[in-house]
T-cell receptor
């Protein structure tokens, strides 16, 4: 069964700290790895995404690190802010139909002021 | 605002009943995806439609069905409802089949409670 395993389930970080969320996948055919951010009462929204031809992608305070050999990827949130408090989902898909994604179970991030 | 509209936002019904969830994709988006989010779980892909045709199927129960209409809105029909069907049902849309960017635009979901 295709799975994406995400950890930790919940994370508490002080304002200004670094939040790190990890994901591991099994299907080597996956070639598109997005992260989604979801606030309570809202649908998930794309935050940042990476393809396996690069090992790192940075957008502002958000960075994805990708390790193809280990089949792992992670989200780093630098200088975490209370407004970053949300649930984060990693996902993986095959780019021929990248909308059909396999999602991790989510990480609830709380950033304390 | 993602531009994807889902109705109803909340729905409470009894076991054995049938409900219909509706989704209007972003203007111009041809692909519609349905996802189920159960308590404390990630999103599970159910089914995808592209320009009116079924394109991909996930772990969708036989009691569930969907369709996409000529105006591109989609409906997810859930029948013979069981307690375990209680969940958030999300609709998402993308410009094409999601080949280029894979970016999905999600609606705010329909919360179904089966009593």
């Amino acid at each position: 069964q295709q799975q994406v395993k995400q950890s930790p389930q919940s994370l508490i970080v002080q304002k200004g700290g670094i939040s790190i969320i990890n994901c591991a996948y099994e299907n080597t055919a996956f070639d598109y790895f997005p992260w989604y951010q979801q606030f309570p009462g809202k649908g998930p929204a794309l935050l940042i995404a990476i393809r396996p031809d690069v090992s790192e992608k940075k957008e502002g305070r958000f960075t994805i690190s990708f390790n193809k050999s280990a089949k792992q990827f992670s989200l780093h949130i630098m200088d975490s802010q209370p407004g970053d408090s949300a649930t984060y989902f990693c996902a993986a898909s095959i780019s021929t139909n990248a909308g059909k994604s396999t999602f991790g179970d989510g990480t609830t991030l709380t950033v304390k002021p | 605002d993602s531009g994807v509209t889902q109705t109803p936002k909340h729905l409470i019904t009894a076991t054995g009943q049938r409900v219909t969830l509706r989704c209007s994709p972003r203007s111009g988006d041809l692909s519609v995806y349905w996802y189920q989010q159960s308590l404390d779980q990630g999103l599970q892909f159910l089914i995808q439609y592209y320009n009116g045709e079924e394109r991909a199927k996930g772990n969708i129960l036989e009691r569930f069905s969907a369709q996409q209409f000529p105006d591109l809105h989609s409906e997810l029909n859930l029948s013979s409802l069981e307690l375990g069907d209680s969940a958030l049902y999300f609709c998402a849309s993308s410009a094409q089949q999601g080949i280029i960017t894979g970016e999905l635009f999600f609606g705010e979901g329909s919360r179904l409670t089966v009593l």
